[in-house]
């Protein structure tokens, strides 16, 4: 870890109050329990063309019909 963000980040921690500084820490646990899902995109190279043209053309169309409108009356 830089040790600059964890000066920086230790620094910030001493001028909290206390319930704060236990927030921070019970936010640090959480993330530590995160995992990243997912592959490198240098793995999914090997799809690249395999979706067929019609294939491709039905999704941009559904995309354009269902995407590309506002309904004013819903905002």
Known sequence: MDTSILA???EELKVMPED???RVLEFARALIGLQIH???GRKLLNFAGTISP???Q????AIEQ???QVDI???
């Open 8 to 10: 920086r980040l230790i």
């Open 54 to 56: 019609n294939d491709i």
């Open 58 to 61: 039905l999704m941009r169309e």
């Open 73 to 75: 009356d819903k905002w």
């Open 66 to 68: 269902g995407c590309e």
């Open 38 to 40: 997912g592959v490198p």
């Open 20 to 22: 704060l500084q236990y």
